[in-house]
């Protein structure tokens, strides 16, 4: 066991070489043309449409505005039903649209919204529901769509976490009415700051081409009251060469969690989530659940021992969302109405996953872990 002399975060972004960057730069500053649907956002929504092999991407300024858009773009209202394992921004997208989050727990084994507790939580103010794939693991899109489909909801996937996953090779953001990816500096391909939604038809693009841009339809006619949530083209510039490297990246997150999974797979009192049999896995986290009872330590106690060795690991999603005090009064924000939620949010631990983080530094903190066992 060694301990690293500057601390490892559960994550860094994937940077192209900076020369490269700098060539980009200079498109721009010749072009001087910044933002407003320029050059390199038209050509980061072609490429992205094509190598997600969906119909239309519609990019923004980052994930939060293009989930309350793509609320917005469905006139969605009253209640929406939600998971409370994501991170805050799924549920405070449906608070600025003034729309009520009802809270339905998550199925044990990927964590995501349990269908079979959906239909019980419908009443006749829900108009749609905002799944999540955690952790990017498919939720369980044909059931979801079935309900969607019987009691007449929109579907709307908060994909954030689900850039380049296929279910029998199909891009996971091509399920639902509409699905949002974010391009934060923490996710899996980023443009520093950056999202999109994914649309399956040329009339929901225009629209949400209206509502990024202030609702203007045309020089001296606005449609809608629109937001600022355009993504420039700094931000389309770093995605479309983050994109050349979009394998590389994948493979080396592949490998780095494979090895926690080979060397972690007997351990007692830890669990992961392995990948469902068709899906193509981006590798974007990676969780481990901490039996305290098996383990003989909490997982607040593993936390802060790797800490201690300078691996900053995350709680992801913890505290839940529906204990935050804004939401945690709603009917159904209680603990007892979530119960695998509420245990999984004490249970969960993302290790250090990024494509530039050695193996030995996966070989360390599973023997950090090995060793801390009672
Ligand atoms: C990161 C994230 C968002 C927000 O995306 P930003 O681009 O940071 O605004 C939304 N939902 C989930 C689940 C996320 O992880």
Known sequence: MFKPKEPINVTQPFLPPLPEVTAFMQEIWDRKWL?????FHKELEAQLAQYLNVPYVALCANG??????????????????TTPFSFVATTHALWWNNIRPV???IEPEFCNLDPEKVESAITPKTTGILPVHVYGHPCQVERLQEIADIYGLHLIYDAAHAFGVKQAGRSLTDF????????HATKAFNTFEGGAIICHDERTYQRINYLKNFGFAGETTVVAPGINAKMNEFQAGMGLLQLQYMDEILAKRAAIANRYME?????????FLTPGPQVDYNYAYFPIFVDA???????????EHLKSYNYLCRRYFYPLISSFNMYKSLP????????????????????PIFPDLGLEHVDNVVEIITSYKK
């Open 35 to 39: 933002t407003n649907s320029g050059a």
């Open 64 to 81: 939060t505005l293009a989930l309350v858009i793509a609320l917005q773009v469905l006139r969605i209202t009253g209640e929406v039903i």
């Open 103 to 105: 809270f339905v727990d």
């Open 176 to 183: 639902g009415d509409l699905s949002v990816l974010s391009f």
């Open 263 to 271: 060397l972690l797979s007997s351990m007692e009192g830890i669990s």
């Open 293 to 303: 009872a098996a383990f003989g330590r909490t997982r607040n106690e593993l936390y």
């Open 332 to 351: 159904g924000a209680e603990p007892s109405n979530l119960p695998t939620a509420t245990r999984v949010a004490e249970e969960v631990l993302c290790l």
